[in-house]
């Protein structure tokens, strides 16, 4: 389309965006959350020096907020650049729409995020140097900032999955802009807000449990109990509040979307589970352990708790959250922006356009062959399309492999298949999960050529082949 295909073989675009998300948000939303935990700790060890004069817990924030500060400041930081560089690669023209739309909202981010490194940084390097009162507000300084982040950050995500129909309403006219605040606070953003908060709080006791694991029990077992039991109540709110939250954020999904949940993909799948259901499995299964560890590990026996029981709680954290964010990413198939934009880029208005057009001749990037920019044999004009088309959410031979889906199928059946993602019926099966195939009649009958030539490969020699099935 317009913009050029970014190929990554084997795992695909998606993944890359996939794997520096999930790290990215293991370390964001404990930014958000540690931001809250570190005055609230602050706060409380102030008041047990006053009471009790015990300074161990103060000692001991300094050493977190250390951590905190190079996990979040550093790791967090270059993760979150990693993300803009691999959506602007993978979704360009998604990005693009984004942009668009909310460019307002991200110079907002940035000056939340400014004030966020600098607090932190002054939080940090002035332990015991100022005035606990005023170290104290520094810390409140910083909660509030990465709060506003997150509050930022969540219309654009939620914004995604469900722009909301007063923003479709004008999306494709120019006057999208218009619509900001619909479309910030569009279905899913109540929802997500909250189970995302959840998650923020558990982070934040989660990461507080692997600096605490570290004291050592029989030398400080009352800071150790302590700070561990204290650390374990951060865990509780998302147990308690996340079922709720997920059935409310569920029900704000289009009907045809939340399908995805109970159809469609098990029928392609072994077994009788679709993937997201599996992934909503994941979650409660990894949630109910790390319940389970935090109560008998940590709560109970806190002068055992040691670093490699934080570290399992953590590990099946981040498989939470890496399930939580594929299962956001298949609702939203076959879209990137909800009725808006299928993940391949093609808006949904233009597909009428380039059926008619065909799909290369709306392609500005594809390679000079004769002509402007089109492709001339059968077999790479395919290979463009099917780029364009199907890498977004598959591979040849890696990621969801077309060489293996399409398995068995000779030249006729691979024409019959793609047909069928072209014609898109109201009964196709599969467009619950897959875009329709865009072009003209000749563009269906190149993606066969060369999908056939994949999955049959023509006998060496004898590329002529690919023209006689014709
Ligand atoms: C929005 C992402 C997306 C795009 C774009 C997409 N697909 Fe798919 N496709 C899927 C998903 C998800 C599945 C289910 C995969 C599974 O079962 O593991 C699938 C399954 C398939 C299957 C297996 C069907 C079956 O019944 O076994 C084929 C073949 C296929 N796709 C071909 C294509 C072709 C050709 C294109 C490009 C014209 C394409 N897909 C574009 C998401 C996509």
Not at 105 to 124: G, N, R, S
């Amino acid at each position: 389309m317009n913009y050029p295909f970014w190929d990554i073989p084997h795992i695909g675009s998606g993944w890359v965006i996939g794997m520096i998300a999930i790290f990215h948000v293991m370390i964001s939303q404990f930014a958000v959350g540690g931001g809250l935990y570190l005055p609230l700790a602050e706060r409380k060890a102030l008041r047990m020096t006053d009471a009790e004069g015990r300074a161990d817990w103060l000692k001991q924030l300094a050493s977190h907020s250390k951590f905190f500060l190079v996990l979040t400041a550093v790791f967090g930081t270059v993760s979150g650049v990693g993300i803009w560089f691999s959506i602007g690669l993978t979704h360009p023209e998604a990005t693009s729409t984004l942009i668009h739309n909310f460019v307002f909202a991200w110079a907002m981010e940035w000056v939340f995020f400014m004030v966020e490194l600098t607090t932190i940084a002054v939080y940090y390097y002035t332990w015991d140097r100022i005035d606990p009162k005023l170290h104290l507000k520094v810390g409140w300084v910083y909660a509030g900032a990465s709060i506003f982040t997150l509050i930022i950050i969540n219309g654009i995500l939620s914004f995604m999955l469900t722009p909301g129909d007063t923003w479709i309403g004008v999306a494709g006219s120019g006057l999208e802009a218009s619509k900001f605040w619909n479309a910030f606070f569009n279905p899913t953003y109540w929802p997500s807000l909250f189970l995302r908060c959840c998650v923020c709080a558990s982070l934040a006791g989660i990461w507080a449990l692997i600096t605490a694991s570290r004291i050592d029990g029989d030398k400080q077992p009352a800071l150790k109990t302590s700070m561990v039991k204290w650390s374990v109540k951060w865990l509780v709110p998302s147990f308690v509040a996340m079922p709720f939250l997920m059935i409310w954020y569920y029900a704000m999904v289009p009907a045809s979307q939340r399908a995805l949940l109970t159809l469609g993909i098990d029928t392609i799948n072994s077994g009788t589970f679709s993937t997201v259901t599996r992934m909503a499995l994941i979650i409660i299964v990894t949630s109910a352990t790390i319940v389970f560890v935090a109560y008998f590990l940590a709560y109970r026996n806190p002068t055992e708790f040691n670093l490699s029981h934080a570290m399992a709680v953590l590990l099946l954290a981040l498989m939470a959250t890496g399930a939580g964010e594929y299962s956001r990413e298949m609702l939203r198939k076959p879209y990137v922006i909800g009725r808006w934009m299928y993940s391949n880029g093609v808006r949904v208005p233009s597909v009428a356009k380039i059926n008619a057009q065909g799909y290369l001749a709306n392609s500005e990037w594809v390679w000079n062959g004769a002509g402007p920019g089109i492709p001339t044999s059968h077999y790479s004009r395919g290979e463009a399309i099917f780029r364009g088309e199907c890498g977004s959410c598959h591979t040849l031979t890696g990621y969801r492999p077309l060489q293996h889906l399409l398995e068995g199928r000779d030249h006729a059946n691979i024409g019959n298949f793609i047909t069928m993602l072209h014609e898109n019926k109201a009964d196709s099966p599969y467009r619950r999960f897959m875009p329709p195939m865009v072009g003209t009649k000749q563009d269906v009958e190149d993606l066969t050529d060369y999908l056939n030539a994949q999955v049959n490969p023509p006998v060496a020699g004898t590329r002529s082949l690919l023209t006689a099935q014709k």
